[in-house]
Protein backbone atom coordinates (compact mmCIF):
# COMPACT_ATOMS: atom_id res chain seq x y z
CA UNK A 1 0.00 0.00 0.00
CA UNK A 2 1.12 3.58 -0.63
CA UNK A 3 1.52 6.06 2.28
CA UNK A 4 0.51 8.83 1.70
CA UNK A 5 0.04 12.07 3.52
CA UNK A 6 -3.11 12.83 2.35
CA UNK A 7 -5.07 9.68 1.76
CA UNK A 8 -8.62 10.31 0.46
CA UNK A 9 -12.01 8.95 2.08
CA UNK A 10 -11.49 5.06 2.34
CA UNK A 11 -8.39 5.13 1.65
CA UNK A 12 -6.12 5.18 4.52
CA UNK A 13 -2.74 5.84 5.03
CA UNK A 14 -0.39 8.26 7.35
CA UNK A 15 -1.06 12.03 9.73
CA UNK A 16 0.70 14.24 11.93
CA UNK A 17 -1.04 16.35 13.84
CA UNK A 18 -0.15 18.36 17.24
CA UNK A 19 -2.20 19.61 19.82
CA UNK A 20 -1.24 21.74 23.20
CA UNK A 21 -2.62 20.52 26.54
CA UNK A 22 -5.07 22.72 28.64
CA UNK A 23 -5.50 23.10 32.31
CA UNK A 24 -9.19 23.94 33.57
CA UNK A 25 -9.56 27.28 35.57
CA UNK A 26 -13.00 25.86 36.52
CA UNK A 27 -12.18 22.19 37.74
CA UNK A 28 -14.29 18.96 36.18
CA UNK A 29 -13.89 15.76 38.33
CA UNK A 30 -16.47 13.28 38.27
CA UNK A 31 -18.67 11.16 35.75
CA UNK A 32 -22.05 11.42 34.76
CA UNK A 33 -24.30 8.92 35.41
CA UNK A 34 -25.45 8.60 31.75
CA UNK A 35 -21.68 7.22 30.75
CA UNK A 36 -20.30 7.99 27.59
CA UNK A 37 -17.59 9.32 29.51
CA UNK A 38 -19.81 12.92 29.83
CA UNK A 39 -18.88 14.78 33.06
CA UNK A 40 -21.09 15.48 35.70
CA UNK A 41 -20.36 19.02 36.00
CA UNK A 42 -19.03 21.77 33.66
CA UNK A 43 -15.49 22.82 33.33
CA UNK A 44 -13.13 25.94 31.55
CA UNK A 45 -10.29 25.65 30.81
CA UNK A 46 -7.32 27.63 28.80
CA UNK A 47 -4.93 26.17 25.90
CA UNK A 48 -1.57 26.19 26.85
CA UNK A 49 0.74 27.11 24.25
CA UNK A 50 4.07 25.28 25.70
CA UNK A 51 2.77 22.27 26.50
CA UNK A 52 2.50 19.87 23.24
CA UNK A 53 1.73 16.60 21.88
CA UNK A 54 3.32 15.97 18.54
CA UNK A 55 1.39 12.13 17.04
CA UNK A 56 1.75 10.52 13.82
CA UNK A 57 -0.88 8.01 12.79
CA UNK A 58 -0.26 5.11 10.07
CA UNK A 59 -2.79 2.54 8.62
CA UNK A 60 -1.67 0.15 6.30
CA UNK A 61 -2.48 -3.38 5.69
CA UNK A 62 1.09 -5.32 6.69
CA UNK A 63 0.44 -4.59 10.11
CA UNK A 64 -1.05 -7.56 12.58
CA UNK A 65 -1.65 -5.55 15.62
CA UNK A 66 -1.42 -2.18 16.09
CA UNK A 67 1.68 -0.56 17.26
CA UNK A 68 1.82 2.37 19.63
CA UNK A 69 4.83 4.42 21.15
CA UNK A 70 4.73 6.56 23.67
CA UNK A 71 7.75 9.30 24.02
CA UNK A 72 9.91 6.36 23.04
CA UNK A 73 8.64 3.65 25.02
CA UNK A 74 6.18 0.97 23.74
CA UNK A 75 2.88 1.71 25.10
CA UNK A 76 1.77 0.12 28.68
CA UNK A 77 -1.23 -2.71 28.62
CA UNK A 78 -3.46 0.43 30.08
CA UNK A 79 -2.60 3.29 27.68
CA UNK A 80 -2.87 0.50 24.84
CA UNK A 81 -6.12 -0.35 25.63
CA UNK A 82 -7.51 3.54 25.52
CA UNK A 83 -5.40 4.09 22.10
CA UNK A 84 -6.60 1.14 20.65
CA UNK A 85 -10.43 2.05 21.29
CA UNK A 86 -10.07 5.73 20.06
CA UNK A 87 -8.49 3.96 16.43
CA UNK A 88 -11.50 0.96 16.51
CA UNK A 89 -13.58 4.28 16.51
CA UNK A 90 -11.87 6.19 13.59
CA UNK A 91 -11.75 2.63 11.92
CA UNK A 92 -15.80 2.16 12.35
CA UNK A 93 -16.38 5.52 10.95
CA UNK A 94 -13.95 5.26 8.42
CA UNK A 95 -15.36 1.75 7.35
CA UNK A 96 -11.47 0.59 7.56
CA UNK A 97 -9.72 -2.44 8.70
CA UNK A 98 -6.19 -1.46 8.71
CA UNK A 99 -4.23 -1.76 11.94
CA UNK A 100 -2.19 1.71 13.26
CA UNK A 101 1.42 2.66 13.84
CA UNK A 102 1.06 5.25 16.36
CA UNK A 103 4.34 7.66 17.94
CA UNK A 104 3.50 10.46 19.85
CA UNK A 105 6.06 12.67 21.69
CA UNK A 106 5.38 15.31 24.65
CA UNK A 107 7.62 18.11 25.28
CA UNK A 108 6.83 17.86 28.80
CA UNK A 109 6.48 15.47 31.83
CA UNK A 110 3.90 12.77 31.22
CA UNK A 111 0.92 12.29 34.07
CA UNK A 112 2.09 13.80 36.23
CA UNK A 113 -0.99 16.27 36.56
CA UNK A 114 0.31 18.45 33.34
CA UNK A 115 -2.87 17.41 31.29
CA UNK A 116 -0.52 14.81 29.33
CA UNK A 117 -3.94 12.57 28.64
CA UNK A 118 -5.68 16.28 27.28
CA UNK A 119 -3.19 17.28 24.46
CA UNK A 120 -2.28 13.37 23.72
CA UNK A 121 -6.09 12.65 22.63
CA UNK A 122 -6.86 15.82 21.25
CA UNK A 123 -3.72 14.99 18.80
CA UNK A 124 -4.36 11.60 18.36
CA UNK A 125 -7.92 11.91 17.34
CA UNK A 126 -6.76 14.95 14.98
CA UNK A 127 -4.03 12.73 13.45
CA UNK A 128 -6.03 8.96 13.26
CA UNK A 129 -8.81 10.40 11.76
CA UNK A 130 -7.20 12.56 8.57
CA UNK A 131 -4.91 9.38 8.32
CA UNK A 132 -8.14 6.94 7.93
CA UNK A 133 -9.64 9.46 5.53
CA UNK A 134 -12.44 11.08 7.20
CA UNK A 135 -12.77 14.74 7.53
CA UNK A 136 -13.92 15.41 10.58
CA UNK A 137 -15.23 18.57 11.81
CA UNK A 138 -14.06 20.61 15.06
CA UNK A 139 -16.91 19.37 17.33
CA UNK A 140 -16.43 15.84 15.76
CA UNK A 141 -13.08 16.31 16.61
CA UNK A 142 -13.45 17.40 19.94
CA UNK A 143 -16.19 14.17 20.66
CA UNK A 144 -13.89 12.19 19.83
CA UNK A 145 -11.36 12.98 22.06
CA UNK A 146 -13.56 13.48 25.11
CA UNK A 147 -14.67 10.49 24.79
CA UNK A 148 -11.08 8.82 25.51
CA UNK A 149 -10.37 11.78 28.02
CA UNK A 150 -12.68 14.63 29.22
CA UNK A 151 -10.33 17.16 29.04
CA UNK A 152 -9.08 15.96 25.68
CA UNK A 153 -12.17 17.62 24.11
CA UNK A 154 -11.26 20.74 25.24
CA UNK A 155 -7.85 20.49 23.87
CA UNK A 156 -9.12 20.59 20.45
CA UNK A 157 -9.95 24.29 20.57
CA UNK A 158 -7.18 26.75 21.42
CA UNK A 159 -7.88 29.84 23.44
CA UNK A 160 -10.45 29.51 26.25
CA UNK A 161 -12.73 26.75 25.94
CA UNK A 162 -15.95 25.01 28.10
CA UNK A 163 -16.94 21.93 28.37
CA UNK A 164 -20.36 21.99 29.86
CA UNK A 165 -21.65 19.11 31.83
CA UNK A 166 -23.15 15.95 30.15
CA UNK A 167 -22.01 17.82 27.09
CA UNK A 168 -20.90 15.78 23.75
CA UNK A 169 -18.34 18.07 22.35
CA UNK A 170 -16.58 21.24 23.81
CA UNK A 171 -16.73 24.70 22.58
CA UNK A 172 -14.84 28.09 22.39
CA UNK A 173 -15.05 30.85 24.36
CA UNK A 174 -15.11 33.73 22.44
CA UNK A 175 -12.29 36.45 22.86
CA UNK A 176 -11.99 37.73 26.15
CA UNK A 177 -10.38 40.86 28.11
CA UNK A 178 -8.41 38.83 29.92
CA UNK A 179 -6.06 37.34 26.74
CA UNK A 180 -3.28 38.48 28.06
CA UNK A 181 -3.37 35.66 30.56
CA UNK A 182 -0.36 33.39 31.25
CA UNK A 183 -0.05 30.03 32.88
CA UNK A 184 3.09 29.26 34.67
CA UNK A 185 3.53 25.76 35.53
CA UNK A 186 5.67 25.83 38.57
CA UNK A 187 7.12 22.23 38.19
CA UNK A 188 8.35 20.48 41.78
CA UNK A 189 7.81 16.66 40.83
CA UNK A 190 7.73 14.74 37.53
CA UNK A 191 6.85 11.87 39.43
CA UNK A 192 3.70 9.71 38.14
CA UNK A 193 0.95 10.29 39.91
CA UNK A 194 -0.60 7.02 41.88
CA UNK A 195 -3.76 6.33 40.28
CA UNK A 196 -5.49 7.49 36.67
CA UNK A 197 -7.85 10.03 36.84
CA UNK A 198 -11.02 8.25 35.62
CA UNK A 199 -10.62 5.63 38.42
CA UNK A 200 -10.20 8.46 41.02
CA UNK A 201 -12.93 10.08 39.91
CA UNK A 202 -15.02 6.90 40.49
CA UNK A 203 -13.45 5.69 43.82
CA UNK A 204 -14.19 10.01 44.91
CA UNK A 205 -17.88 10.08 43.99
CA UNK A 206 -18.43 6.34 45.64
CA UNK A 207 -17.07 7.24 48.68
CA UNK A 208 -16.01 10.58 49.19
CA UNK A 209 -18.84 12.21 51.76
CA UNK A 210 -18.56 15.41 50.45
CA UNK A 211 -19.09 14.58 46.83
CA UNK A 212 -22.53 16.00 46.94
CA UNK A 213 -21.59 19.34 47.63
CA UNK A 214 -19.26 19.11 44.57
CA UNK A 215 -21.67 18.40 42.12
CA UNK A 216 -23.86 21.50 43.40
CA UNK A 217 -20.89 23.63 44.09
CA UNK A 218 -19.08 23.09 40.89
CA UNK A 219 -21.20 25.14 38.38
CA UNK A 220 -21.53 27.49 40.33
CA UNK A 221 -17.65 28.06 40.50
CA UNK A 222 -17.64 27.56 36.61
CA UNK A 223 -20.23 30.64 36.64
CA UNK A 224 -18.34 32.72 38.33
CA UNK A 225 -14.70 31.79 36.51
CA UNK A 226 -16.72 32.85 33.53
CA UNK A 227 -17.66 35.96 34.21
CA UNK A 228 -14.42 37.14 35.63
CA UNK A 229 -13.02 35.82 32.55
CA UNK A 230 -15.58 37.50 30.27
CA UNK A 231 -15.75 40.76 32.25
CA UNK A 232 -11.90 41.02 32.50
CA UNK A 233 -12.43 41.07 36.37
CA UNK A 234 -9.31 39.31 37.11
CA UNK A 235 -9.61 38.98 41.15
CA UNK A 236 -13.31 36.87 40.24
CA UNK A 237 -11.41 34.47 37.92
CA UNK A 238 -8.83 33.97 40.98
CA UNK A 239 -11.30 33.45 43.46
CA UNK A 240 -13.54 31.14 41.31
CA UNK A 241 -10.67 29.04 40.37
CA UNK A 242 -9.01 28.75 43.48
CA UNK A 243 -12.51 27.76 45.10
CA UNK A 244 -12.79 25.41 42.68
CA UNK A 245 -9.51 23.86 43.18
CA UNK A 246 -9.57 23.92 46.57
CA UNK A 247 -13.11 21.98 46.58
CA UNK A 248 -12.23 19.65 44.23
CA UNK A 249 -9.19 18.20 46.42
CA UNK A 250 -11.26 18.53 49.20
CA UNK A 251 -13.27 16.21 47.46
CA UNK A 252 -10.53 13.92 46.66
CA UNK A 253 -8.85 13.66 49.69
CA UNK A 254 -11.82 12.56 51.62
CA UNK A 255 -12.08 9.80 49.48
CA UNK A 256 -11.69 6.85 51.44
CA UNK A 257 -8.90 5.61 51.26
CA UNK A 258 -8.06 9.57 50.33
CA UNK A 259 -6.50 10.63 47.12
CA UNK A 260 -4.02 13.39 48.14
CA UNK A 261 -2.05 14.21 45.01
CA UNK A 262 -0.55 17.70 46.85
CA UNK A 263 2.99 17.89 48.55
CA UNK A 264 4.76 19.93 50.89
CA UNK A 265 6.43 22.40 48.08
CA UNK A 266 2.71 22.45 46.83
CA UNK A 267 1.39 23.62 50.23
CA UNK A 268 4.51 25.69 50.86
CA UNK A 269 2.98 27.30 47.16
CA UNK A 270 -0.62 27.84 47.60
CA UNK A 271 0.71 29.97 51.13
CA UNK A 272 3.00 32.02 48.83
CA UNK A 273 0.43 32.84 46.33
CA UNK A 274 -2.37 34.18 48.73
CA UNK A 275 -0.04 35.79 50.44
CA UNK A 276 1.34 37.58 47.43
CA UNK A 277 -2.54 38.40 46.30
CA UNK A 278 -3.16 40.46 49.48
CA UNK A 279 -0.11 42.47 48.81
CA UNK A 280 -2.10 43.29 45.42
CA UNK A 281 0.15 41.52 42.70
CA UNK A 282 -1.79 39.48 40.10
CA UNK A 283 -1.53 35.77 40.78
CA UNK A 284 -3.53 32.43 41.73
CA UNK A 285 -2.84 29.15 41.60
CA UNK A 286 -4.61 25.98 40.41
CA UNK A 287 -3.41 22.16 40.98
CA UNK A 288 -4.55 18.89 38.70
CA UNK A 289 -4.41 15.10 39.68
CA UNK A 290 -0.66 16.07 40.52
CA UNK A 291 1.68 17.91 43.12
CA UNK A 292 2.44 21.00 40.41
CA UNK A 293 0.75 23.98 41.16
CA UNK A 294 0.22 26.42 38.02
CA UNK A 295 0.37 29.70 38.27
CA UNK A 296 -2.29 32.12 36.73
CA UNK A 297 -0.90 35.85 36.21
CA UNK A 298 -1.23 38.65 33.52
CA UNK A 299 1.86 39.15 31.19
CA UNK A 300 2.88 42.88 32.52
CA UNK A 301 3.25 41.03 35.76
CA UNK A 302 5.31 38.51 33.93
CA UNK A 303 9.08 39.10 35.18
CA UNK A 304 8.41 39.71 39.05
CA UNK A 305 6.52 36.63 38.70
CA UNK A 306 8.95 34.31 36.91
CA UNK A 307 11.73 35.64 39.33
CA UNK A 308 9.93 35.06 41.96
CA UNK A 309 8.76 31.72 41.42
CA UNK A 310 12.43 30.31 39.48
CA UNK A 311 13.60 31.09 43.00
CA UNK A 312 11.33 29.54 45.29
CA UNK A 313 12.52 26.37 47.17
CA UNK A 314 11.13 23.18 45.64
CA UNK A 315 10.61 24.43 42.30
CA UNK A 316 12.96 22.78 39.71
CA UNK A 317 11.64 24.21 36.77
CA UNK A 318 9.00 26.91 35.32
CA UNK A 319 7.41 26.71 32.06
CA UNK A 320 5.77 29.70 30.80
CA UNK A 321 2.41 29.43 28.99
CA UNK A 322 0.30 31.74 27.10
CA UNK A 323 -2.93 30.70 25.71
CA UNK A 324 -2.32 28.50 23.01
CA UNK A 325 -3.96 27.24 19.52
CA UNK A 326 -6.32 24.41 18.94
CA UNK A 327 -5.47 21.38 17.70
CA UNK A 328 -3.95 20.80 13.90
CA UNK A 329 -2.80 18.41 11.32
CA UNK A 330 1.45 18.92 10.22
CA UNK A 331 2.74 18.18 7.35
CA UNK A 332 5.38 15.67 6.79
CA UNK A 333 8.08 18.19 7.89
CA UNK A 334 6.43 19.23 10.78
CA UNK A 335 4.67 22.55 9.74
CA UNK A 336 0.61 23.53 10.69
CA UNK A 337 -1.59 22.73 7.50
CA UNK A 338 -4.26 24.13 9.29
CA UNK A 339 -3.47 27.38 9.71
CA UNK A 340 -6.67 28.96 8.92
CA UNK A 341 -8.34 26.83 10.92
CA UNK A 342 -6.24 27.13 14.18
CA UNK A 343 -6.51 31.28 14.04
CA UNK A 344 -10.28 30.83 13.76
CA UNK A 345 -10.30 28.52 16.96
CA UNK A 346 -8.06 30.74 18.94
O1 LIG B 1 -10.13 14.35 31.44
P1 LIG B 1 -9.26 13.67 32.41
O2 LIG B 1 -9.67 12.27 32.63
O3 LIG B 1 -7.83 13.79 32.02
O4 LIG B 1 -9.42 14.41 33.84
C1 LIG B 1 -9.01 15.74 34.07
C2 LIG B 1 -9.34 16.15 35.47
C3 LIG B 1 -8.66 17.40 35.97
O5 LIG B 1 -7.50 17.70 35.23
C4 LIG B 1 -8.24 17.17 37.42
C5 LIG B 1 -9.61 18.59 35.95
C6 LIG B 1 -9.93 19.19 34.60
O6 LIG B 1 -11.06 19.69 34.44
O7 LIG B 1 -9.04 19.19 33.72
Request: charged share 20%; aromatic share 4%; net charge neutral.
Amino acid sequence: MTITNEPSPGSPGLARAEACANIALAKYWGKSARGGNLTAVPSLSMTLDALRTRTEVSFSGSLGEDELSLNGVAASPQEAARVITLLDRVRTSAKISERARVTSLNNFPTAAGLASSASGFAALAVAASYAAGLRSSCGELSSLARQSSASAGRSVYGGFVELLAESDQASSVPSTRLNELVMLVLVTSAEKKPMGSTLGMNHTSETSPVYGTWLEQAPLLFGEAKAGLLTGDFNRLANAMEDSTRLMHATMMTARPPLIYLRPATIELMHEVSLRREQGYPEAYTMDAGPNVKLLTRASHLPNALAHYEAFLGVERVIVCRPGPGAARLSPEGELMDASRTQELS
